[in-house]
């Protein structure tokens, strides 16, 4: 090879090199950037709600009644609920989400997300509780185990779930079987029924 072509040979590939080069110092210098969309833990916790209620059939179906979603707790999963259920159906029945305050208007609801701060204050509440057709979502350490029928875990935007079936069967309720794979199930908790 005639010595002005490996010239040319070095001098593109010094070229290559200091490009290359620069260029990883220019992205090194580059300010760490945020990920494009990352969801809320409210934004998961409604996601979900819709998803787990394709799942269930109320053996009470009122297919001209909208489906119920009610949130006691809450007030930030209200809205989040509301923008994601916006429009959409289930069982051909149309969608509402609403905000209960107490244990008596919880009789109203298809489905209800329970963010109970303390262990006490749950008991309290599954403890006056009749299991109407109501499916009872929460996310605490031992909901489910406790009389709760679907108890939610988010970790770092992943989710699973525990289900304790006695209970769901109690209010009537039916799961399928593609849920029911998904999820541990809980035995009942000792003197629940």
């Known amino acids: 090879m005639p010595s002005d072509l490996r010239k040319k040979k070095r001098l593109r590939t010094g070229w290559r090199c200091f490009a290359l080069a620069t260029c990883a110092v ?46 006691l707790g809450n007030d930030k999963l209200v809205d989040m609920l509301g923008e994601a259920l916006q429009g959409k ?3 051909e029945r149309s969608l509402t989400v609403g905000k209960v305050s107490g ?11 329970l963010s109970v701060g303390k262990r006490k204050q749950l008991q309290e509440l599954l403890a ?24 939610l875990k988010i970790d770092e935007g992943r989710v699973s ?3 304790n079936l006695n209970t769901v069967r109690r209010a009537g309720l039916d799961m399928r079987s593609q849920l029911l794979r998904l999820a541990r199930i809980v035995p009942k908790a000792r003197g629940k029924p």
């Open 161 to 163: 779930i525990e289900i």
């Open 26 to 71: 220019l992205i090194s210098e580059l300010p760490a950037q945020k990920p494009v969309y990352s969801a809320t833990d409210e934004q998961v916790r409604a996601a979900f709600l819709y998803q787990l209620a394709q799942y269930v059939t109320w053996t009470e179906n009122k297919s001209r009644e909208p489906l119920r979603f009610c949130v």
């Open 128 to 151: 006056h509780w009749s299991y109407p057709p109501v499916l009872l979502v929460g996310e605490m350490d031992g909901f489910a185990e406790l009389g709760g029928m679907v108890n």
């Open 89 to 91: 159906s289930i069982q």
């Open 103 to 113: 244990l008596e208007q919880l009789a109203g609801c298809n489905v209800v997300f």
